[in-house]
């Protein structure tokens, strides 16, 4: 008798979670690959699951090790997982528990692997029986679900907001829509999607906040380019940076680490005629860019170069740039509930290694920058020393950076936390990811 579609899934959940937690692959790649080997309408259940065990990793594999007499073999990890995904059913998800009990025991066939059928069964009865839900949590880690390094690194950056932060990374994520006000405009679109569909933020002029989830290109008009997926926090970007040059007919601006493309996208459809070059040094991640692009019908509107940031004499033309974003690869800190493989796969030494990447960027890409120009240097990281200390060390660097606290409106700055430099955004905070911004002028008056 072959195997039901839910022990299938079930199983193919343990393999993409056991991907991440064994293997250290990203979840998005682990989950784009899982999707294609089930029918459409599952893939919201299976989401659900992966995304699921992973934000609350360190409590399922408590819960799985308090009733496990000895551990498993490496060999056979994915039981592990699969045990975890048993326990995420019967705590966080409507499905029956005897549904999820049966499914998930079944799917140690499809994993081949159907010796542990008996412990799987035994495990999740157990779990059951003996109310383990609310088990006090042994430590830290299984308290807030976040490896011991990065709670300790989030407590000493915000001693007052540490709970919060971690909280807000476990929690999941909205979904946040950006309007393409060259082809419609907000008020419009919210009439396209329905009465209720979704809620605005003051200051937040393309911001569309959905109350329920849904696949990008179910969206009305997405296709045809009308509507982004973008997080509202990091729709900030685009206007904060464009602010001045309302009066500059053909602006240059450098989008420095550009891909996917979506703040790329914003200051295209903010700024029509502008000059803009998209550097990005994944060729892959550029042909996305450009796909996004394309989409939105902006693809022949702007220079794109593959090329490192670091190094701009490979790709600069030498005519200095009147904007420069500067979008950072970084710890990804203030965007783990949209990734929640992020607290397996980050580890604590890759923050100094980030962070001497990131001053390598923000120094080559200076010299670019006209005078009386601006760059916005962006993180979505909580982490101070990506942030808040990597801009003043900058600042003390060079003599002819000054920082502009030059906000876009007031309705955003009260969203923000002043730091000693820049302003900061925490994951939650009325739905948003959390971010790091710093506006940096070139005083042309001072020698570099």
């Not at 999607?193 to 179910?218: E, M, N």
């Not at 996305?288 to 190094?311: K, W």
Request: charged fraction near 25%; include cysteine.
């Amino acid at each position: 008798m072959s195997a039901s579609p839910g022990a299938r899934l079930r199983a193919l959940a343990a393999e993409t979670v056991d991907a991440v937690v064994s293997s250290g692959r990203s979840l998005d790649t682990a989950l784009l690959q899982a999707e294609t080997r089930i029918p459409e309408d599952d893939r919201p259940l299976l989401r659900l699951l992966c995304f699921g065990c992973l934000r609350h990793h360190w409590r399922l594999r408590a819960q799985v090790g308090r009733l496990v007499s000895r551990p498993l073999k490496k060999k056979d990890s994915v039981i592990e997982s699969l045990l975890a995904v048993g326990i995420y059913q019967l705590t966080e998800t409507r499905v029956p528990d005897h549904a999820a009990v049966s499914m998930t025991v079944d799917a140690v066939k499809v994993l081949r692997r159907p010796k542990f059928g008996p412990l799987v069964n035994a495990v999740l009865r157990n779990f059951l029986r003996r109310n383990l839900e609310h088990q006090d949590a042994a430590d830290d880690e299984e308290r807030f679900n976040h490896p011991e390094w990065l709670i300790a690194a989030i407590r000493d950056d915000w001693p007052d907001q540490w709970i919060e932060i971690l909280e807000a990374n476990n929690a999941r994520a909205p979904m946040w829509l950006r309007v393409n006000d060259r082809q419609t405009t907000r008020d419009e679109y919210l009439a396209r999607l329905g009465a209720d569909a979704g809620r605005v933020l003051p200051g937040f002029d393309g911001a569309i906040r959905l109350q329920q989830p849904q696949a990008a290109t179910a969206l009305p008009g997405f296709a045809d380019g009308l509507v982004s997926v973008q997080d509202g926090a990091a729709q900030i970007a685009a206007p904060w940076l464009l602010a001045g040059l309302e009066e500059c007919r053909a602006p240059r601006i450098l989008d420095a680490c550009a891909a996917p493309g979506g703040k790329t996208a914003h200051l295209l459809e903010l700024a029509p005629g502008a000059q803009l070059t998209a550097v990005e040094l994944d060729g892959e991640r550029m042909q996305l860019l450009h796909g996004n692009l394309r989409r939105l019908g902006l693809a022949d509107e702007a220079t794109l170069c593959v090329g490192d940031a670091s190094t701009p004499e490979e790709w600069w033309d030498g005519s200095p740039f009147d904007r420069v974003l500067l979008d950072v690869p970084c710890s990804a800190s203030g965007v783990i509930r949209r990734h929640p493989d992020i607290k397996l796969n980050r580890r604590a030494t890759d923050i100094e290694s980030l962070a001497a990447r990131q001053a390598a960027i923000l120094d080559a890409v200076w010299p670019l920058l006209a005078p009386g120009g601006r760059l916005l240097y962006v993180t979505c990281s909580v982490l101070r020393r990506e942030n808040e200390a990597l801009v003043t060390a900058f600042l003390a660097r060079h003599g002819n950076a000054v920082e502009t606290d030059v906000l876009p409106n007031n309705n955003i700055r009260d969203l923000m936390y002043r730091m000693a430099c820049g302003y900061q955004v925490l994951p939650g905070r009325e739905g948003l990811d959390g971010f790091y911004f710093a506006c940096l002028e070139k005083d042309p008056s001072h020698a570099a």
